[in-house]
């Protein structure tokens, strides 16, 4: 059974730029949230979807957003990049609300220059 | 707003020794979930163990292990027979209950403990 995949696993931005982020969970999972990893602020939760519904939004600025797909697959866009989205952005899925386990994919590394 | 808290950036252990990871969180919730995560150096977080608070079990996954202290809102992982490839970050992670958050799985997570395994 395939994990959460996401595409792409590196990349490299300029400031000004913007970034679309890929994340498939796995088959039958119909919960997608995503993450953001830096090494100053840590993990912060950066949004949750439900059946192409947004359930929840961390303290993010809105140059951040996403949306998931009929088929569960979820995208998020950062928009006029900025030094500090440098990041890992990991995004989990799990079966339903309330199943209590998260699973991870292995993230996106994102550069911005 | 929940906060997790581990005190211990680094931690190393010999091999086939034991190892405390501590964590503390502050809730004014009575329901939740508790977890930790480990990730390697391939970034996958991975589930180690998970606690439902109004469980007073302590959960046990083989050779790992946690000590659940509600009321001292203490949350401390414990691997025995440690591994060289037990070596990671690990990450305590607080959930309240779907009811409080209107149904989301938002974890609010530690700064992370990373755990060396000397051989």
């Known amino acids: 059974k395939a994990g959460v995949t996401q595409t792409p696993r590196y990349l490299i931005k300029t400031r000004g730029q913007q970034v679309t982020l890929s994340c498939s969970p796995i088959?039958?999972?119909?919960?997608v949230s995503w993450y953001q990893q830096t090494p100053g602020q840590g993990l912060q939760f950066l949004f949750e979807?439900?059946?192409?519904?947004?359930?929840n939004k961390g303290n993010f600025p809105g140059r951040f957003s996403g949306r998931q797909f009929s088929n569960s697959r979820s995208e998020m866009n950062v928009s006029t990049l900025e030094l500090g989205d440098s990041a890992l952005y990991l995004c989990a899925s799990s079966l339903v609300l309330g199943a209590n386990v998260l699973t991870f994919g292995a993230g996106s590394r994102l550069t911005v220059l | 707003a929940q906060t997790v808290t581990q005190s211990q950036p680094e931690m190393s252990v010999q091999e086939a020794e034991t190892v405390t990871l501590s964590c503390t969180y502050d809730t004014s919730e009575s329901d939740y979930y508790l977890f930790w995560y480990k990730q390697p150096p391939s970034r996958q977080m991975i589930l180690v163990i998970r606690?439902?608070?109004?469980?007073?079990q302590n959960a046990t996954e083989n050779r790992f292990s946690v000590n659940f202290q509600k009321a001292a809102k203490s949350f401390s992982l414990k691997i025995s027979d440690s591994q060289l490839g037990d070596a990671a970050m690990y990450f305590c992670a607080y959930r309240s209950s779907l009811i409080t958050q209107g149904g989301s799985e938002k974890l609010v997570f530690g700064k992370g403990t990373k755990l060396t395994v000397n051989p």
């Open positions: 088959s039958g999972h119909r919960s």
């Open positions: 606690q439902e608070a109004y469980k007073q």
């Open positions: 979807y439900f059946s192409e519904t947004q359930r």
